[in-house]
């Protein structure tokens, strides 16, 4: 059976995360926390509220990064580049949830595919990574003559903005009508701002509550309007998707996989 490491498994996710493996009755091996943390020592199971497992918090080292053949990482961009040296180093593969990476932070995980396999995505969910495809549908039939924007919820804690999940859905929309995202998308309205510029992508942002997440994808023409829309009530389906991709991606050869390919929406190189 594939042994899975969790690192952060304080955080929201990764409390998530064990709650689901103990579910599916698979081997969590180790489960750890930044060195110095308050939860040091504490079991992982009580701590994710889902009973003891008798496996103690435990500081992210190299030695606790080889007792697992497979990793998860939902915590922050500059913490996640120093696990991801680690699984490097273990050649351990990697599953990566993180969002709000720079340019140069993703092309630091581009670079350890190289040594490593790795899943990352920006959003862990099947019906997420489903949307991505039916708004590749929507863009080629309704692109052309209507107005796109993209509008995504999250509670008050999350720290980027917009999304990775909203930014991978304009991505999505971009690609299928040669668009360069970079160029067309709209982040924010303000004051006089004249007409909207038919080829742009709009985006909008809200942050309040306790919101899981939701996400809609608008494609508004003239007389009528579709849209595309997730919303995530529990983040049990994040951690359900990111355990799934790690056991998928146990014996992969290294390179960069997405969810996609994890869920057999698009095929492997």
Same mark, same amino acid.
């Given at each position: ?6 690192? #952060?498994? @304080?955080?929201? /996710? ?7 493996? %103990? ?30 497992? @008798?496996?103690? &918090? ?20 500059? =913490? ?11 050649? %351990? ?31 862990? *969910?099947? #019906?997420? @990574?489903? /949307? ?13 003559? $209507? ?5 995504? $919820? ?6 980027? =903005?917009?999304?990775?999940? $909203? ?7 971009? *690609?299928? &009508? ?43 023409? &003239? ?15 994040? =951690? ?10 146990? @014996? %992969? ?17």
């Amino acid at each position: 059976m594939t042994s899975i490491g969790i690192f #952060g498994a @304080n955080g929201r /996710m990764g409390r998530a995360l064990v709650q689901v493996i %103990k579910e599916q009755e698979l081997s969590l091996a180790v489960a750890t926390v930044r060195s110095g943390s308050s939860w040091l020592g504490q079991d992982a199971g009580e701590l994710a509220g889902c009973g003891k497992l @008798n496996l103690a &918090l435990t500081e992210t080292s190299a030695a606790a990064v080889a007792e697992a053949d497979v990793w998860i990482d939902f915590t922050m961009p500059e =913490a996640m580049l120093e696990h991801l040296k680690l699984a490097v180093a273990a050649k %351990k593969a990697i599953v990566i949830g993180v969002t709000g990476l720079s340019d140069a932070q993703y092309q630091q995980v581009q670079q350890a595919s190289q040594h490593i396999p790795i899943v990352w995505a920006p959003n862990m *969910s099947v #019906g997420v @990574n489903l /949307m991505l495809h039916l708004v590749q549908t929507a863009a080629k039939v309704m692109g052309e003559t $209507a107005d796109i924007e993209i509008i995504e $919820a999250h509670h008050r804690y999350k720290k980027d =903005a917009p999304s990775g999940t $909203a930014m991978a859905i304009g991505t999505s929309i971009a *690609s299928s &009508l040669n668009r360069d995202l970079a160029e067309c998308a709209v982040y924010g309205r303000e004051g006089i701002t004249g007409e909207r510029e038919h080829n742009t992508i709009g985006f909008a942002t809200v942050r309040g509550g306790d919101i899981i997440g939701d996400h809609t994808a608008l494609f508004a023409d &003239l007389g009528e309007r579709l849209e595309i829309t997730h919303k995530a009530s529990s983040r049990t389906t994040f =951690a359900q998707g990111a355990v799934r991709a790690a056991l998928w991606l146990q @014996n %992969k050869q290294p390179s960069l996989y997405s969810m996609q390919q994890v869920l057999g929406l698009t095929k492997l190189d």
